[in-house]
Nanobody, 117 residues
Framework: QVQLVESGGALVQPGGSLRLSCAAS????????LAWYRQAPGKQRELVAR???????NYVDSMKGRFTISRDNTKNTMYLQMNNLTPEDTAVYYC????WGNGNVYWGQGTQVTVSA
């Protein structure tokens, strides 16, 4: 059974940091483009960052310099390091995997990140 499971979400103070993880099972992440999305209350889900199979990354402008996406294919896991968090970063964060060849796309169940004093 293909599954993506996020972890690492928490309540953090403004200016703090969190590292999210997304562990895959039933699939080999090296065959996938990976991404993190987030959805804040009352808003649409939005892309945060993407990492290609070759390790190249791209970020939404507001996350550049604060967030870092990475992958460890040996652990079948992807990560999102988030620094200097603000209340505007409060959202449910989802990992996403898109197969390079067959079009299959998978989502995790989400992990809550709350930034508040």
């Amino acid at each position: 059974q293909v599954q993506l499971v996020e972890s690492g979400g928490a309540l953090v103070q403004p200016g703090g940091s969190l590292r999210l993880s997304c562990a895959a099972s039933g699939m080999t992440l090296s065959f996938y483009t990976l991404a993190w999305y987030r959805q804040a209350p009352g808003k649409q889900r939005e892309l945060v960052a993407r990492i290609l199979r070759d390790g190249n990354t791209n970020y939404v402008d507001s996350m550049k310099g604060r967030f870092t996406i990475s992958r460890d294919n040996t652990k079948n896991t992807m990560y999102l390091q988030m620094n200097n968090l603000t209340p505007e970063d409060t959202a449910v964060y989802y990992c996403n995997a898109a197969h390079w060849g067959n079009g299959n796309v998978y989502w995790g169940q989400g992990t809550q990140v709350t930034v508040s004093a």
